[in-house]
């Protein structure tokens, strides 16, 4: 397969304008966060910590939009579904922990901004959204818009990820005015809620008996869909030299066993994900901190 890929060239194998989009992110968030940091009203630095979830998550949105994975995503239905788990649900983790609260209050608690997000960030109002949102982004023929044309593509995937971060804020926001699950207990019903709601795509993508996107099993869709993240001359040479009319050429998979696979790795990252923030979830809940009880005072008044 990796040998077929190289057909498409350097630049749809790597995106290098967007490599240098990610980098600059990452310079800007040092500058911010370091040396400038007080021209932007900042105080501590971020932690070590904070450090590794931002840089951690940087590259793996270049991995899922930048690299080979991404040209995949127009070939096959599974390798889409796996930059879908990472970008809307293991990236906005990732940013959230990433970024110093001192950054997200300046943003976020804008007269404008503020209100709109209470209301989105309603427990009911952020889980309806988003996972109703990722489930009609799956609908055949709104799928194969999106892939029919780049600013749509982009478009589209710039509000799921909006509401792929909104979507945690109300169990783990970093402005706690917006984080309104506080008690563990609802925070494990809150993600359990989630897991169940994006059941329902998963299932009809994994259960259908025929493939569903014609950006996988139609020619004139797919060529349409590649040309995304691979440049038109190349694309053009390609399909009158070697005649590429379909992912045949690169995964031994039929286009209804490259679907099934797609909905059951959605599912499975999306449950290990989730599995993840509701084990630390219950660690912290019964860790010895939190179930320390106050000591009974040293002496008795003899009054």
């Not at 797919?222 to 390609?238: I, K, M, R, T």
Request: net charge neutral.
């Amino acid at each position: 397969m990796w040998l077929n890929l190289q057909l498409f060239g350097f630049r749809a194998l790597w995106s290098p304008y967007f490599l240098i989009f990610v980098v600059g992110i990452g310079v800007l968030y040092y500058l911010i966060t370091g040396p400038l940091r007080y021209k932007f009203g900042g105080q501590d630095k971020p932690t070590v910590k904070q450090q590794f979830f931002f840089y951690g998550g940087l590259i793996l949105l270049y991995i899922v939009k930048g690299s080979p994975v991404d040209l995949m995503t127009h070939i096959t239905l599974t390798a889409h579904m796996i930059q879908m788990a990472i970008y809307l649900i293991v990236f906005p983790i990732f940013m959230v922990k990433g970024i110093p609260t001192w950054i997200w209050e300046k943003v976020l608690l804008k007269p404008v901004i503020r209100p709109i997000l209470k209301v989105l960030t309603f427990p009911l109002v952020s889980i309806v959204l988003f996972n109703g949102l990722f489930s009609l982004y799956h609908i055949p023929f709104i799928f194969d818009f999106s892939k029919s044309s780049p600013i749509a593509h982009a478009t589209i995937h710039l509000i799921l990820l909006i509401f792929g971060f909104l979507v945690w804020f109300p169990i783990m926001s970093p402005v706690k005015e917006f984080e309104q699950i506080k008690q563990p207990l609802w925070k494990i019903f809150y993600i359990f809620g989630n897991g169940l709601l994006i059941t329902p795509a998963c299932v009809l993508i994994i259960f259908a008996d025929t493939p569903l996107f014609a950006a996988y099993s139609s020619t004139g869709a797919w060529l349409q869909a590649l040309a995304l993240c691979v440049p038109g001359d190349v694309l053009d040479g390609l399909a009158a030299t070697i005649k590429v009319t379909g992912p045949e050429l690169f995964t031994s998979m039929s286009t209804l066993e490259d679907q099934q696979l797609g909905g059951i790795i959605m599912k499975i990252m999306q449950e290990i994900a989730y599995g993840v923030m509701l084990a630390r979830i219950f660690f912290a809940w019964f860790s010895p901190e939190a179930l320390k009880v106050d000591p009974l005072p040293s002496t008795v008044s003899n009054d």
